[in-house]
């Protein structure tokens, strides 16, 4: 079991930073691949940004260039650092955890098993 608990949303101005943070707890945190996934309003969640075990990084076409996942697998934690923030980037961002033991495509929600409770980021124009 993980548990996974997300910090670090709020209210920014367009073209401002947000860092957010995931914080896991059990065991084997570098067997999970770690994701960002959002979801804004009226809107289906989508993928933001993800993180192997062995660190190869996978972003949304929409993030490329401005958001950058990262992640330290001695404090069992995962950082996603969001710069030049848009309005449209407001939404609640949900981390996520999959098994990373086998190959799975993780831009898709299927390859996770464990969800935070999200954090809301807002970006007012």
């Known amino acids: 079991q993980v548990q996974l608990v997300e910090s670090g949303g709020g209210l920014v101005q367009a073209g401002g930073s947000l860092r957010l943070s995931c914080a896991a707890s059990g065991r084997a945190f570098n067997t999970y691949a770690m994701g960002w996934f959002r979801q804004a309003p009226g809107k289906e969640r989508e993928f933001v940004a993800a993180i192997r075990s062995g660190y190869i990084t996978y972003y949304a076409d929409s993030v490329k260039e401005r958001f950058t996942i990262s992640r330290d697998n001695a404090k069992n934690t995962m950082s996603l650092q969001m710069n030049s923030l848009k309005p449209e980037d407001t939404a609640v961002y949900y981390c996520?955890?999959?098994?990373?033991?086998?190959?799975?495509?993780?831009?898709?929600?299927?390859?996770?098993?464990?969800w935070g409770q999200g954090t809301q980021v807002t970006v007012s124009s």
């Open positions: 996520a955890a999959g098994d990373d033991r086998f190959y799975q495509d993780f831009r898709l929600e299927s390859a996770y098993n464990y």
